[in-house]
């Protein structure tokens, strides 16, 4: 089997500060990305060729990062049937909400699975999730994480109690 492979795109290098924790959760668990600017507004034959040739690029799923009227995400999954993992940008007029609006609501047969604003952290965990299906060893992987996360907070726990 190949090594999966996930692809990171974002409409522009500005969104790079908040997509960049996706990145470091990816490389926490080992797993290939590729990096991307790709603006559906700006480089949109760009975009086109990237959402038509993504399968046969090997990529398992991808995560597409956007803001104000973000496109990006909703574009790519039109020219694919790959999972499509979006990431609406805070962007500083509307605080993000703009970007959420653009990028959630999406019209019935063509879904992007939209985290919170800013949210790359869970965008890089639930395309992990997904790539689990297939790959044992990602999902032990993640059990363990999801323990480390549960230690975390029950130490603490243990530390309020002792500081009150
Ligand atoms: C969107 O417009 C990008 O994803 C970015 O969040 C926002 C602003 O882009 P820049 O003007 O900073 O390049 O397309």
Redesign the pocket.
């Known amino acids: 089997m190949k090594n999966p492979k996930i692809a990171i795109i974002?409409?522009?290098d500005?969104?790079l500060p908040v997509v960049s924790k996706a990145a470091e959760v990816l490389k926490e668990f080992d797993v290939d990305y590729q990096l991307n600017v790709i603006?559906a507004?700006r480089t949109p034959d760009k975009a086109l060729e990237f959402g038509k040739s993504a399968e046969k690029n090997g990529f398992d799923v991808i995560i597409a990062?956007?803001?104000?009227a973000?496109h990006?995400a909703g574009v790519i999954a039109a020219l694919t049937t790959l999972p499509v993992i979006g990431i609406p940008?805070k962007?500083s007029t509307m605080d993000g909400l703009d970007s959420l609006l653009s990028m959630v609501q999406m019209p019935k047969g063509i879904p992007v699975a939209t985290v919170a604003i800013n949210g790359a952290e869970n965008a890089a965990l639930l395309a992990l999730e997904i790539l689990a299906l297939k790959y044992d060893y990602l999902s032990m992987k993640l059990k363990k994480h999801r323990a480390m996360m549960a230690q975390e907070v029950n130490e603490k726990d243990k530390k309020i109690k002792g500081e009150i």
Do not use: N, Q, T, V
């Open positions: 974002m409409g522009s500005s969104d603006s507004h990062a956007a803001g104000k973000a990006l940008i962007s």
